[in-house]
């Protein structure tokens, strides 16, 4: 079996404390359908990280790390394993985005207004 792609995109779902903490995507891939078996997900080639070399890189976010890690799950239904490939894509956001777009905009804001709005 080989290499398969896949493109993924991450809604405004990102919430945290603090905007430049970090944020984990988990993606899991494993069969429903075929135990282990019938069906054996494996890293490639004991891989263990996510290939990011045709990850397209954003200004707002910096991939930090991609760790990739295979399991057998054994369900209490089931006696057969069931392989499971988990992959945690961990971003951060730039500061430099953050400072640009939401610091910047409104402090420049603030300083017109009080501009315009004091007494001469």
């Not at 991450?10 to 359908?33: D, E, P, R, Y």
């Not at 295979?70 to 006696?79: A, D, G, I, K, Q």
């Amino acid at each position: 079996m080989g290499k398969f792609s896949l493109k993924a995109a991450q809604g405004q779902g990102f919430h945290s404390a603090f905007v430049l903490s970090c944020q984990i995507c988990v993606l899991k891939f494993a069969s429903w359908a075929y135990d282990g078996n019938k069906l054996d997900l494996d890293l490639y080639e004991g891989m263990k990280e996510m290939d990011v070399s045709e990850y397209r890189s954003m200004t707002e976010w910096t991939v930090k790390n991609v760790p990739a890690v295979y399991t057998r799950v054994h369900y209490p239904c089931c006696e057969e394993p069931y392989p499971r490939l988990t992959f945690y894509l961990e971003i951060q956001r730039e500061p430099s985005f953050f400072i640009v777009k939401c610091i910047i905009p409104p402090a420049h804001l603030s300083f017109v207004w009080l501009h315009l709005h004091s007494p001469s």
